[in-house]
């Protein structure tokens, strides 16, 4: 009896060293890039649609994308293209001409954009005041503090594993500067899970009708239509897409 409680003491301090892990390392990516992605800045024109996004969350030059959405308040398709994903790298190559990432498409205007300075100056211009925030701006500082960003999280969000695909999007509240919302994205993309991004950042015309629909203003919250699931914690939603999508034992 002794001995059995042990093991699962032993899991459970396992669980727990590992989640603190997880989100020390996360803390730390949001901190080298100043948290950026935060908060909503000033912005233009709404599109009708969802632009669509394919990227990878381990990618330092998709994350300047990423922020830029949270920053402009903006939804999107997120088609996520791990190493090895047999779904959408192969998509990309076929719509654009080359399997590189960030690539973006926007069905308002009709734009398909690769290279991440490009799509940040674009969505600023078009969805923006014109100016881009000098955390996102071209220079020394903003090109080493990305790929700094994915240091404490190595592999992390970049390398396909098996899993099943959801017949309808999955739906994620979330920002890009959230250390908790990191960890869900990340598990997204290693399972090749498709879904709505809806970016609440501070100040955020989203924000009432998220706090209306979940009841509280908490982030990550994911939406699965397929299974009827709403959840809030990240640790919770990860186990949950595991559970739920990731083959197991080869099937």
């Known amino acids: 009896m002794n001995r ?19 989100v020390a390392s996360s803390l730390a990516a949001t901190g080298i890039r100043l948290g950026s992605g935060r908060q909503v800045g000033e912005l233009g ?9 394919y ?16 920053i402009l308040d903006l939804e999107a398709i997120v088609y996520p293209c791990p190493k090895r994903g047999p779904r959408f790298r192969e998509e990309v190559r ?4 080359k399997a590189q990432f960030p690539y973006l498409e926007d069905p308002n205007t009709g734009k398909a954009l690769y290279e991440s300075g490009e799509i940040v100056a674009y969505l600023f211009a078009q969805y923006g005041r014109g100016r881009t925030p000098w955390a996102l701006q071209p220079g020394s500082f903003v090109d080493v503090s990305t790929l700094m960003a994915s240091v404490p999280r190595p592999g992390f969000g970049s390398f396909y594993r098996p899993a099943r695909a959801p017949e309808a999007l999955l739906e994620l509240y979330s920002f890009e500067a ?6 869900v994205r990340e598990t997204l993309t290693e399972l090749e899970l498709p879904y709505r991004l809806v970016n609440v950042a501070k100040g955020s ?11 509280r203003m908490q982030v990550p919250f994911l939406v699965d239509p397929n299974q009827k699931v709403e959840l809030f914690e990240s640790a919770n939603i990860v ?8 083959f197991r034992d080869g099937r």
């Open 55 to 70: 990227d990878f969350e381990g990618c330092p030059y998709c994350r300047k994308v990423r922020e830029a959405l949270s």
């Open 205 to 215: 015309r989203q924000r009432d009708a998220f706090v209306a629909r979940s009841g």
């Open 94 to 97: 076929i719509r654009g001409g």
């Open 4 to 22: 059995r409680w042990n093991r699962r003491s032993d899991r459970r301090s396992n669980r727990r060293s590992n989640r603190l892990l997880d």
């Open 45 to 53: 024109e709404r599109p009708e649609q969802p632009l669509k996004l």
């Open 178 to 183: 959230s250390p908790f919302c990191r960890i």
């Open 239 to 246: 186990a949950y897409l595991e559970n739920t999508y990731a």
